[in-house]
C-alpha cells in the first residue's frame, strides 16, 4: 500500500525561487540590453591601438563588453603614448615640481602661466584626465555586462533548483502490512 503526500512548504520554496529565478533572467537581460542600447547610441568605434598592431576589434562598434574593453585599452594607449609614459598623478606631481623650482628661481605667478613647459604639463594632464574618464566610463559598462551575465545565470541556476524542490516536494510513501524485523534479537546461525 502506497501513499502520495505533498510538502506544501517545499512546494511553496520552489514556486517562491522559480519566480525569482525569473525575476532575475528578465531583469539581466533588461540590463544587457539598456547598456548595449546606450553604448550604441554613443557610436563609439573601437580606435587602433597602434599602425602595426591594431588589434582585433579595431574598427568594430562598441557595442557591448568585449569592445568597450578593447577601447578603453586603446584610449590608455593612447593617453600614455601622449603624456609620454606619464600618468595623471605624476603629471601633476612634474608640474608641481617644475612650478617650485621656477618659483624658487624666482618665477612669479604671472611667469609661471605664460611657461611653456608648466603649459605644455597642463595640457597634458588635461589630455591623460580625460582620457583617464573616459576609460572609468568604459569600464563602468563592462562591469554591468558582467553583472547582467551573472543575474541571468543565476536566474537559471534558481529556476532549475525551484523546479527541483517543486518535485521534490511530492514524495511517495508506501506501507507495508508486514510487520518489520525486529533488529533486538540475534539472528539464528545456519544449521549445517
Known amino acids: 500500500m502506497s501513499s502520495t503526500t505533498t510538502h506544501r512548504s517545499v512546494k511553496l520554496i520552489g514556486v517562491l525561487t522559480i519566480i525569482a ?20 547610441a554613443e557610436q563609439i568605434t573601437v580606435a587602433a ?4 598592431n591594431p588589434g582585433s576589434l579595431a574598427g568594430k562598434p562598441v557595442t557591448g563588453p568585449f569592445t568597450a574593453y578593447a577601447q578603453a585599452n586603446a584610449i590608455n594607449h593612447h593617453a600614455l603614448l601622449e603624456a609620454h609614459g606619464r600618468t595623471y598623478a605624476q603629471l601633476g606631481a612634474d608640474a608641481k615640481a617644475l612650478k617650485a623650482k621656477l618659483t624658487a628661481e624666482g618665477a612669479t605667478a604671472a611667469d609661471l602661466a605664460k611657461d611653456p613647459g608648466v603649459q605644455a604639463l597642463a595640457d597634458s594632464r588635461a589630455n591623460t584626465m580625460t582620457g583617464s574618464f573616459l576609460r572609468a566610463s568604459l569600464f563602468t559598462s563592462v562591469i554591468a555586462f558582467g553583472v547582467a551575465a551573472m543575474a541571468m545565470g543565476l536566474g537559471v541556476l534558481f529556476a532549475l533548483l525551484g523546479f527541483a524542490l517543486t518535485r521534490v516536494a511530492r514524495s511517495t510513501v508506501i506501507a507495508s502490512t508486514t510487520p518489520a524485523p525486529d533488529k533486538t534479537r540475534e539472528p539464528v546461525a545456519a544449521k549445517a
Do not use: E, H, P
Open 49 to 52: 591601438v597602434s599602425d602595426k
Open 21 to 40: 529565478g525569473v525575476l532575475m533572467i528578465v531583469a539581466g537581460g533588461a540590463t544587457w540590453v539598456l547598456v548595449t542600447t546606450q553604448l550604441k
